[in-house]
């Protein structure tokens, strides 16, 4: 197999590892303990997570954009509602409108930050002054 080729399977499956993080905090990040919204924190953490990981394990950053893009695409996706009128994702109660929101920014905003982030590998060390 060409390298092209293993590439874009790479790229494919970060796009529908992405869509699992996705589907799961979209699901999740309703749950709320007390006023905590811990389902939203534990979806951008893992979400984050995953981000950073395939950025990092790869060095490439078209997987980290093909993971949030499968993380924006889940979220999007499950956010509607159904043809027979039913939503998987609950509608959100007085007093958390913002978590939702928050979730639907969360993606692609880790996305852009860790896609973007400058690869800081390729730098020189700096150079020590000659001692005397």
């Known amino acids: 197999m060409s390298s092209t ?3 874009v ?3 494919a499956v970060a796009f529908f590892i992405g869509a699992f993080y996705g589907t799961a905090g ?3 990040q309703a749950f709320l303990v007390g006023p905590v919204p811990v389902g939203l924190v534990l979806a951008t953490v893992g979400s984050a997570a995953l981000l950073v990981a395939l950025r990092t394990l790869t060095g490439d950053r078209v997987n980290a954009l ?3 893009l499968g993380i924006t695409a889940a979220t999007y996706l499950f956010s509607q509602v159904g043809p027979g009128g039913s939503a998987i994702v609950s509608a959100p109660t007085v007093g958390t409108e913002w978590v939702p929101l928050v979730w639907t920014v969360v993606g692609p905003a880790l996305m852009v930050l860790v896609a973007m982030w400058p690869d800081f590998s390729k730098l020189r060390a ?3 002054p000659a001692e005397s």
């Open 5 to 7: 080729i293993l590439r």
């Open 9 to 11: 399977i790479g790229w």
């Open 26 to 28: 979209t699901v999740g």
């Open 66 to 68: 093909a993971g949030g």
């Open 126 to 128: 700096a150079q020590r």
